[in-house]
């Protein structure tokens, strides 16, 4: 079968993908792309004035619906790196549970990468949530609520703990996109075989057939590219070094 052939495909270097997708030279530019005026006008109000390197090459390539490993230090801008296009894709609100998941290492991030989605939000109307307990979470997110919301920021821990209920706690199945954020930091950290169980199970509840997949960290991490290779369908590779930052 088709899926089984093995292509040997050479990781694109970035001249390739910049000829590929292109670079977003400026916030306007989304425009092109059919982004909605007032998701333009928010990233302004966040002050920032033009993307940042990591910006510049992740967002046209998940603009295009392609999955991507990117790379790039600290402080560099990934969070809206990955919101932005993500953002755009959900287009509306809807009332079909959560289309959007990211994952971050600690509730501390979880929570700033929240903040920036909910700026990011404003006059749109995303409902952005992070689970706080999950024994409230249930009534709220769980296969009887309403599923009026759209983007979930969670650690790993207590959304594996609600899948792994019988029946499972959260319905995951309207995913489209699964961003793992600082995936370096959950891969390496102590019990990193735990986190690969756990996003495996993470993996298989977001079941749709329209789900991407998107990893972000600050540095490279070969297990994590091997990973991404085997998992990621065509994944594309992007890497913004410290100086270009
Ligand atoms: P990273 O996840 O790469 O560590 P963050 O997404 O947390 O970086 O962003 C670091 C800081 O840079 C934040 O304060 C954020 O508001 C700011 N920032 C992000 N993008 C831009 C931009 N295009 N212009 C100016 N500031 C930005
Ligand atoms: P996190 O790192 O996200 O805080 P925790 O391991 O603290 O994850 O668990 C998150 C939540 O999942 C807890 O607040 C609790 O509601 C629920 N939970 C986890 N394990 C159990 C358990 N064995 N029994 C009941 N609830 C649990
Ligand atoms: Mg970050």
């Known amino acids: 079968p088709k899926r089984h052939k093995k292509k040997k495909k050479k990781n694109k270097n970035a001249e390739q993908r910049k000829q590929e997708f292109g670079n977003l030279e400026d916030f306007e530019q989304l425009s092109s792309y059919g982004?909605?005026?007032?998701?333009?006008e928010n990233i302004k109000k966040a002050g920032f004035a033009e993307p940042t390197a990591i910006q510049k090459e992740a967002i046209p390539v998940m603009m295009d619906r392609r999955e991507i490993m990117a790379c790039a230090p600290t402080g560099s801008g990934k969070t809206a790196a990955f919101l932005i296009p993500v953002l755009h894709y959900l287009r509306e609100p809807r009332n079909n549970g959560f289309r959007a998941l990211i994952l971050a290492p600690t509730r501390e991030l979880a929570k700033q990468i929240l903040d920036v989605c909910k700026q990011l939000s404003v006059g749109i109307g995303f409902r952005c949530h992070y689970i706080e307990k999950a024994s409230t979470a249930t009534s709220k997110f769980?296969?009887?609520?309403?599923k009026n919301f759209d983007v979930l920021v969670s650690t790993p821990n207590r959304l594996v703990f609600m899948l792994n209920q019988d029946p499972p706690l959260i319905d995951l199945s309207n995913v489209q996109w699964l961003v793992i954020d600082e995936s370096d930091k959950l891969f390496e950290a102590e019990g990193s075989q735990n986190f690969r169980d756990q996003l495996a199970t993470i993996y298989k509840a977001c079941s749709s057939d329209k789900v991407r997949h998107a990893l972000f960290s600050a540095t490279f991490a070969f297990d994590l590219q091997q990973w991404a290779r085997k998992t990621f369908h065509n994944v594309v590779e992007v890497t913004v070094g410290a100086s270009e930052s």
Not at 35 to 40: A, D, E, N, S
Not at 142 to 146: A, D, E, V
């Open 142 to 146: 769980g296969p009887k609520s309403k």
């Open 35 to 40: 982004v909605l005026p007032r998701l333009i």
